[in-house]
C-alpha cells in the first residue's frame, strides 16, 4: 500500500507546485462554457434547456487537454523505467495515476460545475443532478484517458492523437451524463441514467488500469 | 551494510536482442555471482544499453534466457524485480521536487519502511543540498542523486548504464567506493562503461564480440 499512496502523493505534489496546468484546464472549463452564451445570444430559455450538455461537453474538452502529460513527462525522464521496476504491479501504477489526475481534474471540475450552473440559469432542481452526475463520472474520464494516454506515448503529436482516440470513449459518460438532468426535469427521475453512469465508473476502476498496462509495456519495449 | 545472501546467480544464457530489424547481438552467456562484477565494453550501438535493459526485463530477449536463483526469471517477475536495481541514461528526477522527497519517494515505491535517506545522501556527497529542489542541480549532481537511490534502498543486482557520465572526479571515487562497498556485502553489479573504472576483478564482456555475424540486418531473421 506504499508505494501505491506514494505514487498519489507525489503526483499532487508535482500538480499542486506547478500549479498553473491545473490551473489552465480549469481556465479552459470556465471559458469554454462562457463562449457558449455569446454564440448563441442571450436567451435564457435556450441556454437553460442545453445548459448541462455545454457543462459537460466542456468538462469532457478540459479532461482531454489534460492528458497528454499523464504518462508523457514520466516517460520523457526515466521515471517509467523505474515505476515498472517497482514493487508496485504496472496496473496499480496506472490506477494510482488516475486517481492523482482526478483529484487534480474532475474533482475541482466537479466543484466548479454549479457556478456554471448558475451562470447558464439552469433549474435550481437539476444542479444537483449535475454535480453528481458529474462526480460519478469523471473517473471515467480520468480512466479511459490513461488508456489513450499509454497508448500515446512517443507519438510526434500525442495532443491531437489523445483527444482523437479518447473523445469517442467519452460518449457513453457524456449521454448518461447529460441525460439524467434532462430526465430529472421531466416526470421521470434521472435515478437510471445515474445509476447507468456509476455501473460505467465501477467497471473501468479495474479494467482500464490493465488496458493502459499493456499498453505502457509496449512502449518500453 | 547490509549483507545478501551468497547464493543466487544471475544467468543469462545464449541472450540475444533484436532492436526493430536489427539484431543487435546474439549468444551472449554470462554468470554474475555474490560479490561479482559484470563490466560490458563496446562501440556505440553495440547494445551495451540494450543488454542491462534486457537483464532489467525491460525490454524481451530475442532468444535465450535470464535465470535468478536457478529458475527462470519469467516465472516470478515481481521477485526478481524486487531484487535488482536499474540505473539507465536518464535521472528520473523532477524538478519540483526536494533532493530529499525525490529519494523518499523512489525508496518508498520499492517498498522500504525506513530507509536511511540522509546516509544515502552523505554517500554520494549530496547531504548538504537534501533541501534543494531537484531543479537546482547539475547533471552531475542528478547523477549523484540517482546513486543514492540504489543505497538509499539496497538490492543485491545493480545494473549500472554508464553511471559516471558527467560525474567530476570526486564522483567517481564515491561511484568506485560504492560499487565496492555493495560486492564486499555480497552485491552483484553489472556496469556498462567508457571510463576507466577501477572495478577490480571484474569479468569483461566485449559486446563487440556478439554482434550479428554479416552486415546484412536481414539474415538475422532465419
Not at chain 1, 84 to 111: D, M, Q, R
Not at chain 2, 111 to 135: K, Y
Not at chain 2, 212 to 217: C, E, K, L, Q
Request: hydrophobic share 55%; net charge neutral; proline share 6%.
Amino acid at each position: 500500500m506504499a508505494p501505491f499512496l506514494g505514487l498519489i502523493r507525489r503526483d499532487l505534489r508535482l500538480a499542486l507546485r506547478q500549479g498553473g496546468e491545473m490551473g489552465l484546464v480549469l481556465g479552459f472549463f470556465v471559458l469554454a462554457v462562457v463562449l457558449f452564451p455569446f454564440g448563441i445570444g442571450p436567451e435564457p430559455e435556450l441556454l437553460r434547456r442545453i445548459g448541462a450538455g455545454i457543462i459537460w461537453v466542456a468538462a469532457l474538452l478540459a479532461a482531454v487537454i489534460s492528458l497528454d502529460r499523464l504518462f508523457a513527462a514520466d516517460h520523457a525522464d526515466g521515471s517509467l523505467d523505474l515505476i515498472a521496476l517497482s514493487a508496485l504491479p504496472l496496473e496499480a501504477a496506472v490506477l494510482a495515476k488516475a486517481i492523482a489526475h482526478w483529484l487534480t481534474t474532475g474533482l475541482p471540475l466537479t466543484v466548479l460545475s454549479p457556478l456554471l450552473a448558475v451562470f447558464l440559469d439552469m433549474e435550481p432542481a437539476a444542479v444537483p443532478v449535475l454535480v453528481l452526475g458529474l462526480l460519478i463520472g469523471s473517473p471515467v474520464l480520468s480512466l479511459f484517458g490513461a488508456i489513450a494516454a499509454a497508448l500515446t506515448i512517443g507519438a510526434r503529436r500525442p495532443g491531437v492523437l489523445v483527444s482523437l482516440l479518447v473523445l469517442p470513449l467519452y460518449l457513453p459518460p457524456l449521454i448518461f451524463g447529460a441525460g439524467a438532468v434532462e430526465a430529472s426535469l421531466t416526470a421521470d427521475s434521472g435515478h437510471a441514467n445515474l445509476l447507468l453512469l456509476a455501473a460505467l465508473s465501477l467497471a473501468a476502476v479495474p479494467l482500464a488500469p490493465l488496458a493502459a498496462a499493456a499498453a505502457l509495456r509496449q512502449a518500453l519495449d | 551494510m547490509t549483507q545478501f545472501s551468497q547464493t543466487g546467480d544471475l544467468v543469462g544464457e545464449n541472450l540475444a536482442c533484436r532492436r526493430g530489424e536489427r539484431l543487435v547481438f546474439s549468444g551472449l552467456d554470462f554468470r554474475l555471482g555474490a560479490g561479482g562484477a559484470l563490466v560490458l565494453t563496446g562501440a556505440n550501438g553495440s547494445g551495451k544499453s540494450s543488454l542491462l535493459r534486457l537483464v532489467a526485463t525491460l525490454l524481451a530477449p530475442a532468444a535465450g534466457r535470464l535465470l535468478w536463483n536457478g529458475a527462470p526469471v519469467e516465472r516470478d517477475p515481481a521477485t526478481y524485480r524486487g531484487v535488482l536495481h536499474y540505473l539507465g541514461h536518464l535521472d528520473a528526477t523532477k524538478p519540483a521536487l526536494s533532493v530529499r522527497e525525490m529519494l523518499g519517494f523512489w525508496a518508498a515505491m520499492r517498498d522500504v519502511t525506513s530507509p536511511a535517506l540522509d546516509q544515502a545522501l552523505d554517500t554520494v556527497g549530496l547531504g548538504s543540498r537534501a533541501d534543494w529542489p531537484c531543479r537546482w542541480l547539475s547533471a552531475g549532481q542528478r547523477r549523484r542523486l540517482a546513486l543514492a537511490r540504489l543505497i538509499a534502498a539496497p538490492a543485491p543486482v545493480w545494473l549500472l548504464d554508464e553511471p559516471s557520465a558527467a560525474l567530476d572526479r570526486d564522483g567517481d571515487a564515491r561511484l568506485e567506493a560504492a560499487i565496492a562497498a555493495h560486492r564486499a556485502a555480497g552485491g552483484r553489479v553489472a556496469v556498462a562503461t567508457h571510463q576507466p573504472l577501477a572495478i577490480p576483478d571484474a569479468a569483461v564482456i566485449a559486446l563487440d564480440d556478439f554482434a550479428a555475424a554479416s552486415g546484412d540486418p536481414l539474415a538475422a531473421w532465419s
